[in-house]
Structure formats: structure tokens, C-alpha cells
T-cell receptor, first 113, second 115 residues
Framework: KQEVTQIPAALSVPEGENLVLNCSFTDSAIYNLQWFRQDPGKGLTSLLLIQSSQREQTSGRLNASLDKSSGRSTLYIAASQPGDSATYLCAVASNQAGTALIFGKGTTLSVSS | GAVVSQHPSRVICKSGTSVKIECRSLDFQATTMFWYRQFPKKSLMLMATSNEGSKATYEQGVEKDKFLINHASLTLSTLTVTSAHPEDSSFYIC???????????FGPGTRLLVL
């Protein structure tokens, strides 16, 4: 059974710092991996999607990497801003296309000005 | 990007009543919709997968007679919580995809509080 773990559970940094969020999964047979952002009491916003054949994806100040063989992904946020404060969720889709996502518990990020 | 809406965004009901939550894909046809539940400080847990025109597939531990799912059209899926109890209070989120394996787009969620 696929399990997704995110470390750390919470992170506080001053504005301007670069930071890395970690995600690990137990079954390397994944279809894709996504990083989401969730603001308190809100739904999910998709940030980056990495297909199993890809190693990384970039969008603006965000860069996500995927090492399928080791079951790890990282989300790198450059030059953090207070507006980046949110919970970041990592989710994997199994090897069966179209199946639902297995989520980690998230990392709650707080960026202070 | 594709937009998924949910209605209502928040609902408070008395124990024993039934609540219906709608999930709509506004600008694309969703062959598959997923329903998730998120308890406070917990991650999202899949409840069921619904494909248009067929019965939903429920995850282990989710009562299909309590959580009724209907996906009658390519743009609408509904989740009905029957005879709701306080322990059903949670944040319910749906997602939709246009084709198998495609990106899932999430709705804004519905917060249910059962008194």
C-alpha cells in the first residue's frame, strides 16, 4: 500500500530564504507526482506535476524534483515571501492511469516579513 | 486552467439529516471525479471514485450506503451524506479529470458541520 510522508511537518523562515520541502513515497511504481498548495480552510491549488519519466519541473520560483527509484521528491522555493505561507501537499498517483491521488500530511510553511 | 466548483461551500445541519454536496466541472467534461475527506490537521483521504454513468468505487472503510455518490453527467457529481452524525463533520473536496491519467482539478471544498 502506497504511503506518502512529508518532512518537516512545519517550517518557519524569514522572508527571502530559499527552502526545501521533502516528500517520500514507499512504492516507486508511480504514474505521476504533484505538489499542491492549500490555504487555511480552502481547496487545493496545483503547483507542479511531474510525470514518472521526468526528473523535475519548474514554475517561477518553484522547482520540484523527482527521484522515482529512491522514492523521493523535493519542492524548492526560492526567495520565499510572506504570501508563500500555506500548507504544501505532496501527492502521488499509482501506476494505474486515472486512479486517485495518495496524499502526504503536508508541510505547513510560515514566512515572516 | 480548468475550473471545478463545489456547492455549498459551508453547511451546518442537525444530526440525522441528509446533506447533498455538488461538484461541477465548469469548462470541461469530467469522465472521472474523486471525492476526498480531510479531517482537521490530517491529510486528504480518498473516499470514492466515480465515473460518469457507472457506480462509484468506494475505498475500504467508507460506507456506500451512507455516502451516496451520483455522477449522472459529464459535468456534475453529487455526494449525499445520509443521516449525518457529528463524526461526519469534515472538509469534503472533489476533484475532476477529463481523461484517465490527466491532471486532476480540485474544487474549493465544502465544510460540513453536524450538530
Amino acid at each position: 500500500k502506497q504511503e506518502v510522508t512529508q518532512i518537516p511537518a512545519a517550517l518557519s523562515v524569514p522572508e527571502g530564504e530559499n527552502l526545501v520541502l521533502n516528500c517520500s513515497f514507499t512504492d516507486s511504481a508511480i504514474y505521476n507526482l504533484q505538489w499542491f498548495r492549500q490555504d487555511p480552510g480552502k481547496g487545493l491549488t496545483s503547483l507542479l506535476l511531474i510525470q514518472s519519466s521526468q526528473r523535475e519541473q519548474t514554475s517561477g520560483r518553484l522547482n520540484a524534483s523527482l527521484d522515482k527509484s529512491s522514492g523521493r521528491s523535493t519542492l524548492y522555493i526560492a526567495a520565499s515571501q510572506p504570501g508563500d505561507s500555506a500548507t504544501y501537499l505532496c501527492a502521488v498517483a499509482s501506476n494505474q492511469a486515472g486512479t486517485a491521488l495518495i496524499f502526504g500530511k503536508g508541510t505547513t510553511l510560515s514566512v515572516s516579513s | 486552467g480548468a475550473v471545478v466548483s463545489q456547492h455549498p461551500s459551508r453547511v451546518i445541519c442537525k444530526s440525522g439529516t441528509s446533506v447533498k454536496i455538488e461538484c461541477r466541472s465548469l469548462d470541461f467534461q469530467a469522465t472521472t471525479m474523486f471525492w476526498y475527506r480531510q479531517f482537521p490537521k490530517k491529510s486528504l483521504m480518498l473516499m470514492a471514485t466515480s465515473n460518469e454513468g457507472s457506480k462509484a468505487t468506494y475505498e475500504q472503510g467508507v460506507e456506500k450506503d451512507k455516502f451516496l455518490i451520483n455522477h449522472a453527467s459529464l459535468t456534475l457529481s453529487t455526494l449525499t451524506v445520509t443521516s449525518a452524525h457529528p463524526e461526519d463533520s469534515s472538509f469534503y473536496i472533489c476533484s475532476a479529470s477529463s481523461r484517465a491519467g490527466e491532471t486532476q482539478y480540485f474544487g474549493p471544498g465544502t465544510r460540513l458541520l453536524v450538530l
